[in-house]
């Protein structure tokens, strides 16, 4: 799977247009699971292909183009039948070629040629997605995962054998009393040191948010037993047996959890960030505005409606984007290009400075707001106005 340095990585890159060279990505969806034949997803990345040729010769594209696509074609072949979704990143100009396995949630299969990769199908995969730690537990046992992007890697486990002293007087008949205070002390002591080992992972910085799967008899007693810090980064819970339950399962269960989750906050946070835009606080909205804000480094997070795109200009000397189409740039004076799509230029800049970025769906208010907003960690306006009232 791919990496944050990865992607950060292909947000850096760019084409050398002047000397012909384009950036080709390649989105591979996968067809549903209950489609054996998978003919669908063979057709549909051969005819993206040959239109992706038609429309390079077109555009008198150099033949370097044509390398890749015929690459993308073999490997698309190989990756028929599979579950998988993929993705690849090419411009053999620059001798750059890069695949991907990816979760199987793109919204579809598609070939993008243009000068810089287009990042918009992962951003909406991964944009806001929280390193996850999962714990299932029980009373003696504790396995420790990480979940990324499908992704279930088991880290760690911990595992108290009851002590034989306390499982023998529950044998020999006597103080059944006391055996169960042992049995119940032993399981208190298993609890912290579950939360013991969750909260030095969570000082660590190993993991950002938690997910705990374990029987309900045993939650209360458990989580009484996460110190403060781990307890308000649990994100939800599922129902599950340490003996029995597989990885599967519980990637399944987690994944669900977080779906929920980033859905949820996303909602949460656009609306916050509409409410500060009104009282002038901590938010903006509209493409003008939120170009400005991302020039500034004020963003924190960004905020766009599922199908947003717009029109803008991209300084050729300088980068700076602007909201009007003008022919020359109005920080540096020089020439500008024409963003078909000015979400294009904005995802790399959101990757690169590891903005939290939201795509939503149906979201009224946002729609209503321009379709894009931020939530800001600083004014920059405000930030000067204090220090002209100090100076003078
Ligand atoms: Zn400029």
Not at 98 to 109: C, G, N, V
Not at 128 to 133: E, I, K, N
Not at 179 to 187: F, G, V, W, Y
Not at 338 to 357: F, S
């Amino acid at each position: 799977m791919i990496t944050r340095d990865e992607i950060r990585e292909l947000a850096a890159f760019s084409a050398d247009e002047k000397n012909g060279a384009c950036a080709l990505s390649f989105y591979f969806q996968p067809d549903a699971p209950q489609d054996r034949s998978h003919r669908r997803e063979a057709i549909l990345a051969k005819d993206l292909v040959k239109q992706a040729v038609k429309e390079a010769e077109g555009k008198g594209r150099n033949g370097g183009l044509h390398a890749d696509l015929d690459r993308i074609l073999e490997v698309a072949g190989r990756w028929r039948g599979h579950p998988r979704g993929h993705a690849v990143f090419a411009c053999s100009a620059q001798n750059y070629w890069k695949e991907f396995d990816l979760p199987p949630r793109l919204a579809a299969t598609g070939i993008f040629i243009q000068s810089r990769f287009q990042l918009k199908p992962l951003a909406a995969l991964l944009g806001a997605q929280p390193s996850l730690r999962v714990v299932v537990v029980d009373r003696q046992r504790a396995r420790f995962f990480d979940l990324r992007l499908d992704e279930l890697h088991e880290r760690d486990a911990i595992v108290h054998m009851l002590s034989r002293n306390a499982a023998n007087y529950g044998y020999q008949g006597y103080d059944a009393g006391h055996a169960e205070r042992r049995i119940s002390d032993e399981a208190l002591q298993h609890f912290k040191a579950v939360g013991e080992r969750l909260r030095s992972g969570r000082d660590k910085g190993i993991w950002e948010r938690l997910i705990v799967g374990c029987q309900d008899s045993n939650w209360p007693e458990f989580e009484a037993n996460l110190h403060p810090s781990v307890r308000q980064r649990v994100i939800g819970r599922f129902s599950a047996d340490v003996a029995s339950v597989g990885s599967e399962e519980i990637r399944d269960r987690a994944n669900a959890i977080l779906e929920r989750w980033t859905e949820e906050r996303g909602r949460l946070k656009a609306e916050e960030a509409l409410a500060f835009a009104k009282s002038n606080g901590r938010g903006v909205t509209g493409l003008r505005r939120v170009l400005q804000a991302l020039e500034t480094g004020e963003v924190q997070t960004l905020f766009l409606s599922d199908n947003y795109s717009a029109h803008a200009v991209e300084c050729t000397n300088c980068g700076h984007l602007d909201a009007h189409v003008v022919r020359s740039c109005m920080a540096c004076g020089g020439p500008t290009r024409e963003l078909a799509d000015v979400t294009d230029a904005i995802i790399p800049i959101a990757i690169r400075r590891d903005i939290e970025l939201f795509y939503l769906k149906d979201h009224d208010e946002l729609d209503l707001a321009g379709n894009i907003a931020a939530l800001l960690r600083f004014r920059a306006d405000q930030n000067r106005t204090g220090q002209i009232a100090a100076a003078s």
